[in-house]
């Protein structure tokens, strides 16, 4: 009985935990696949500082996709749905591994590029 507590409560931690953390920031790194979290029966939206030149989803079958602007949607298909994505912007590449899950989930998700917080000084 102790055991089934516990579980629960430890459950119920973690869904609190998922409604506070509804936004992630994340830097574009070429080299460097980004988890991303989409819980059944919900949407996930990737937001970039421009729009997506072209996307490639990896499991056609997998994930829902639709391209709002900046934003890209994710809706998975199927419980058990895991694949890549990767999006290319201005000449840079953003690599994406979706993942399924009931437990963690990803509501907004910001793309930063790590060029960007770096101080660009012009010589003469």
Known sequence: MIYVGAAALALLLAEDSESKASLRVVKCDESKM????????????????VKPDNVILG????FGIEYIK??????????SSNTNL????????????????????????????????????QFK
């Open 86 to 121: 990767f999006v290319y912007l201005q000449g840079r590449r953003c690599g994406f591994r979706l993942i399924t899950s009931v437990i963690q989930q990803d509501n907004l998700i910001q793309v930063r590029d790590p060029e960007d917080a770096k101080m660009k000084v």
């Open 59 to 62: 499991g056609q079958k997998q």
């Open 34 to 49: 980004i988890d991303v979290f989409v819980k059944p029966n919900f949407g996930t939206i990737i937001n970039f500082p």
């Open 70 to 79: 900046n934003d890209v949607a994710l809706t998975a298909l199927t419980s």
